[in-house]
């Protein structure tokens, strides 16, 4: 029997409770026209009634998340404030899924099993993650917690049915810790000085 795949980090219910609302207010005006061209495109390829079904599956699915909301638990970690092309390690799994919650989330952020590889090495900050589009709803969010991306680190979607998006993969500071550059970068660096 096939295992059913597990939501990735991108799953809207999950991004929605861990971010909070863009306050510009041009913002309402971007969405409702992202919702009108996506149902105008739903219209085009599915006709009417699919388009009519889409939207309602999607009300039933934004329901089910705000009646199931929970609250977000506070930060209790320490905060690196990393800042971009600063290495890390990423931390032990061990240490990792001590951090986690019973549904393996970190104030709302899945470690996904495509992660683990990753334990043990050391990437460069990317970038720090502060804003992201809701790609089911056009919305632009604020991250709530440090959150950063780290160079070369992709989920290879393998436990969520071989998926090929090749996602960046979402990493709080927790599960991070400052790291020296590997020694072939330290090399360069000193002959850069």
């Known amino acids: 029997m096939e295992e059913k795949p597990k939501f990735c980090q991108y799953y809207y219910g999950d991004l929605k409770?861990?971010?909070s609302p863009d306050t510009r207010l041009a913002l309402p005006l971007r969405r409702y026209w992202w919702t009108l061209k996506r149902y105008v495109w739903w219209a085009s390829?599915?006709?009417?009634?699919?388009?009519?079904?889409r939207y309602l599956l999607i009300q039933f699915a934004k329901s089910k998340v705000m009646k199931n909301k929970k609250a977000i638990p506070e930060m209790t970690g320490q905060i690196l404030n990393l800042k971009l092309n600063e290495w890390v390690e990423v931390r032990p799994a061990k240490e990792i899924f001590a951090t986690l919650d019973a549904r393996g989330k970190l104030r709302g952020l899945t470690f996904t099993p495509e992660m683990t590889k990753f334990c043990g090495k050391r990437f460069k900050v990317y970038k720090k993650l502060n804003k992201i589009i809701l790609e089911a709803?056009?919305?632009l969010r604020k991250i709530r917690s440090p959150t950063v991306l780290l160079e070369g680190?992709?989920?290879?979607g393998k436990a969520h049915g071989d998926c090929d998006r090749s996602?960046?993969?979402f990493w709080r500071e927790e599960w991070l810790k400052r790291a020296n550059p590997p020694p072939e970068n330290r090399k360069e660096m000193t002959r850069m000085l």
């Open 153 to 156: 680190v992709f989920c290879d």
């Open 137 to 139: 709803t056009g919305e």
């Open 45 to 53: 390829l599915l006709g009417i009634q699919g388009a009519i079904s």
């Open 17 to 19: 409770l861990t971010t």
């Open 167 to 169: 996602c960046f993969c």
